[in-house]
């Protein structure tokens, strides 16, 4: 489903496809296991290749997010499409994630 690269300040996880009720649980598991294992300052979750998200999907960002502050550690979205955007935008997350716009970041 998604593929992780790490260096030693930065860990990428790159889901692709959906991020639904469907698969939810196992990408929050990806989430909080890359949080709790790695010693990165910086979590970065590359949306470029989601095609589709839903609340299912959103909560388990939203629950990673909580995570990361707790831990200390950063945490961001970068290449959101427009569709996915607006989602962020409707439940106004988008004040709440730092979102950069490509992989300028790494």
């Known amino acids: 489903m998604q593929a992780v690269v790490n260096n030693p300040?930065?860990?990428?996880?790159?889901?692709?496809?959906?991020?639904?009720?469907a698969n939810a649980l196992e990408f929050?598991?990806?989430l909080t296991t890359a949080l709790a294992q790695n010693r990165s300052s910086c979590l970065v979750v590359d949306l470029e290749q989601v095609e589709a998200l839903d609340c299912a999907g959103l909560l388990a960002l939203v629950s990673a997010l909580k995570l990361a502050?707790?831990?200390g550690r950063r945490?961001?979205?970068?290449?959101?499409?427009?569709s996915i955007r607006i989602i962020f935008e409707l439940t106004q997350l988008d004040r709440v994630f730092?979102?950069?716009e490509g992989t300028a970041l790494f």
């Open 9 to 21: 300040k930065i860990t990428v996880i790159r889901p692709q496809g959906s991020l639904n009720a």
């Open 28 to 30: 929050e598991r990806d």
């Open 69 to 71: 502050q707790s831990l």
């Open 75 to 82: 945490f961001s979205l970068c290449s959101v499409s427009p």
């Open 98 to 100: 730092e979102i950069f």
